[in-house]
């Protein structure tokens, strides 16, 4: 039974953020960067696709490693955290740092620690929230830096220092929620989005 809901909440992160990515397709193709956007959530389902994989490596029981699919898992987030970012960007200076930032959290984990592309995953994820504040200015997107970073990273330290997986079940929903978060924000503002980056 708990298999079952670990396996769930792992494979929700990996659909909804893919379904809305698709939906975005054509949802936001009037906007100057649209296709940043589907790329954004796609590559987010494709992160948590990578954790699933590593975790029928050590047996669907957390652990802190390094690998290749933890490496794929750390490097799809960047990916898709620096879309949804530079989505909604028109400073080619702004864009360039955030690519920069992407490209030095997925070499860093590579070359030299995990701890240091965590660090510039975090940076990226500050640069997004005030973007997207600033763009859209929606009281639901506080839903993001809620269950997106304080959520998760609080079930998370509780999942590495107490080894209870229970914690465990708890971060793919609470991601899952971010990631409508930014779908829900979208809908809302497609309008306004459309006529400032078209």
């Given at each position: 039974?708990?298999?079952?809901?670990?396996f769930?909440?792992?494979?929700?992160?990996?659909?909804?953020?893919?379904?809305?990515?698709?939906?975005?397709?054509?949802?936001?193709?009037?906007?100057?960067?649209?296709i940043?956007?589907?790329?954004?959530?796609?590559?987010?389902?494709?992160?948590?696709?990578?954790?699933?994989?590593?975790?029928?490596?050590?047996?669907?029981?957390?652990?802190?490693?390094?690998?290749?699919?933890?490496?794929?898992?750390?490097?799809?987030?960047?990916?898709?955290?620096?879309?949804?970012?530079?989505?909604?960007?028109?400073?080619k200076?702004?864009i360039?740092?955030?690519?920069?930032?992407?490209?030095?959290?997925?070499?860093?984990?590579?070359?030299?620690?995990?701890?240091?592309?965590?660090?510039?995953?975090?940076?990226?994820?500050?640069?997004?929230?005030?973007?997207?504040?600033?763009?859209?200015?929606?009281?639901?997107?506080?839903?993001?830096?809620?269950?997106?970073i304080?959520?998760?990273?609080?079930?998370?330290?509780?999942?590495?220092i107490t080894?209870?997986?229970?914690?465990?079940?708890?971060?793919?929903p609470?991601?899952?929620?971010?990631?409508?978060?930014?779908?829900?924000?979208?809908?809302?503002?497609?309008?306004k989005?459309?006529?400032?980056?078209?």
């Amino acid at each position: 039974m708990f298999f079952f809901l670990l396996f769930s909440a792992h494979l929700q992160a990996v659909i909804v953020p893919i379904i809305f990515g698709i939906k975005s397709i054509n949802k936001f193709k009037n906007i100057k960067n649209h296709i940043l956007i589907p790329f954004g959530f796609i590559f987010l389902g494709l992160a948590s696709m990578f954790e699933m994989i590593d975790h029928t490596k050590t047996n669907w029981i957390y652990i802190d490693h390094s690998s290749l699919f933890n490496w794929l898992f750390y490097t799809f987030l960047a990916l898709g955290l620096t879309s949804l970012t530079i989505s909604v960007i028109k400073n080619k200076f702004a864009i360039t740092t955030n690519i920069f930032l992407c490209f030095c959290s997925i070499v860093s984990y590579l070359l030299i620690d995990k701890t240091i592309a965590l660090t510039l995953q975090v940076i990226i994820s500050i640069f997004l929230i005030i973007n997207w504040q600033r763009m859209f200015k929606d009281w639901i997107f506080i839903a993001y830096p809620i269950f997106g970073i304080v959520f998760t990273t609080f079930f998370g330290t509780n999942l590495s220092i107490t080894g209870n997986q229970i914690w465990h079940v708890f971060i793919g929903p609470s991601g899952t929620i971010s990631v409508i978060t930014f779908y829900l924000v979208l809908k809302r503002s497609k309008n306004k989005l459309s006529k400032i980056l078209k």
